[in-house]
């Protein structure tokens, strides 16, 4: 197939529109789509040793955040989600873009702007507290993966993908 057919595919079309933005792993170092939930871990700012683990429900658009020992967070509330999941939110889109992020949260019409799936997230979601363990605990699993040294082999858990 030469290039001028792959140009015209979808495929093509997909991730030559997408633009990847640089991450800024001191301030979020981690946000995942999983489990039927955009979550994630975001550092404090202020303090080296405390993040925070947040978390949007598909659907409910219902969230949470509290630190990596479970200490809620102090400007969390039920009429507005707090600047760490507000700054979760953000990565994701521009880590995945906008219409992948509202698709797998359920936002309806299938939101075209990052400021119609805030504005579902304020209207519709509601505090639900849920311990922070699990996602924190993926966080860590994947740091792990920092410490290997560079090789070009497969990585064993993930040799399914070569």
Request: proline share 4%.
């Amino acid at each position: 197939m030469n290039l001028s057919a792959v140009k015209k595919t979808s495929f093509y079309h997909q991730f030559n529109t997408f633009t990847v933005t640089r991450k800024n792993v001191k301030k979020i170092p981690f946000v995942e789509l999983f489990s039927g939930r955009l979550q994630g871990v975001i550092s404090s700012g202020s303090d080296i040793e405390r993040v925070y683990v947040s978390f949007i429900e598909a659907g409910t658009f219902n969230y949470y955040c509290s630190t990596n020992n479970n200490r809620p967070c102090g400007g969390l509330n039920s009429y507005y989600p707090c600047n760490h999941i507000q700054a979760l939110l953000e990565e994701a889109i521009n880590s995945y873009g906008v219409e992948a992020v509202a698709k797998y949260l359920k936002v309806s019409n299938h939101a075209e702007q990052a400021a119609d799936i805030r504005k579902v997230l304020i209207e519709s979601g509601h505090v639900q507290k849920e311990p922070a363990n699990e996602v924190f605990s993926r966080f860590l699993n994947y740091l792990r993966y920092l410490e290997l040294e560079s090789s070009s082999l497969p990585i064993p858990e993930m040799n399914w993908f070569v």
